[in-house]
């Protein structure tokens, strides 16, 4: 019986090696059409698998570590891009499900040892939370904020914190023409920062230098930079130049950027998921900012 279940392990195991090697070929035979011409990045810390489903949603660093959000989940990986020093599975916790319904994690930011996550109850767009979660362990500290619908009325894709002015930051998931600001200690509605342009589908964002840069998924995943005394809207560039879709999302999806020089030079890391939805990029770029 032992032999008979090793064999049968094994097989399992060169099946599903074959498979999702299949799948990758083709996957990156879609991403190539989809995707046109990339633009340059320095590396790619990419994951296949089971994996993506744990970076698929939100990305954010302290310096130290990444912090990726899947759609219930958050995990805490080394810059090696393999080392996993937290896993939390169930971040949302039956009191968040309970209490507001949350079904999804949008976009993070971390920030004096804690991750701010943004929660949607999934396309009911009637309770836009943001919880913090313990960086060190992961774990839900129990703090959890219902946003003004007023505002947010169509959930809380992102949020991003500006330590420096006190401010947390989100928007609109369509069409962005103001940034809303609330406050960091009160999580307070405290006023709108209008855009010099609108900007499309913006996932994430982090705070940099006075600039606070999203990424999006509009037709090019383009990432922008937004002056926060200003509103002043600067594109950076394009991450891909998609050929014509059909269907919504077909070809993969922009998602999360988090800002924080590295030693290779690169500051800008934007993540995206790839056009089968198996593999997680968190493609890394120099910028001068």
């Known amino acids: ?30 991403n190539g059409f989809f995707n046109g011409d990339i633009y340059k990045y320095e590396s790619n810390s990419k994951v296949v698998g089971l994996e993506t489903l744990e970076r698929a949603q939100g990305v954010t660093t302290d310096g130290e570590y990444w912090y990726f959000s899947g759609k219930t989940s958050l995990v805490k990986i ?5 080392t996993v020093y937290a896993y939390n599975y169930k971040a949302l916790t039956d009191e968040l499900v309970e209490k507001y319904g949350s079904k999804h994690i949008g976009g993070i930011s971390y920030y004096n040892g804690y991750i701010y996550a943004s929660l949607e109850d999934s396309k009911v767009w009637a309770h836009p939370v943001i919880a913090l979660y313990d960086a060190e362990t992961l774990e839900f500290t129990g703090e959890a904020h219902e946003m003004p619908t007023e505002y947010l009325s169509r959930g809380i894709p992102w949020v991003s914190v500006d330590s420096a002015n006190g401010l947390l930051y989100a928007s609109y998931s369509k069409t962005a023409e103001v940034i809303y600001c609330f406050d ?54 394009d991450r891909i130049m998609y050929q014509p879709k059909w269907i919504d999302n077909f070809g993969g999806e922009g998602e999360d950027v988090t800002v924080y020089p590295m030693e290779d030079g690169t500051l800008i890391h934007a993540l ?18």
Do not use: C
């Open 1 to 30: 019986m032992l032999a008979f279940y090793n064999f049968a392990k094994s097989l399992f195991y060169k099946v599903f090696a074959v498979i999702l090697a299949a799948l990758m070929t083709l996957s990156n035979g879609l």
């Open 184 to 237: 960091l200690k009160t999580f307070e509605y405290v006023g709108d920062l209008k855009l010099s342009d609108p900007i499309d589908a913006i996932q994430g964002g982090e705070v940099y230098n006075g600039k606070l840069y999203v990424g999006t998924n509009d037709s090019t995943r383009a990432v922008y930079a937004i002056n926060v005394k200003t509103g002043m809207v600067e594109k950076l560039f």
């Open 272 to 289: 995206d998921v790839g056009a089968l939805f198996i593999d997680s990029n968190l493609r890394h770029y120099k910028w001068d900012a």
């Open 78 to 82: 080394g810059f090696d891009n393999q």
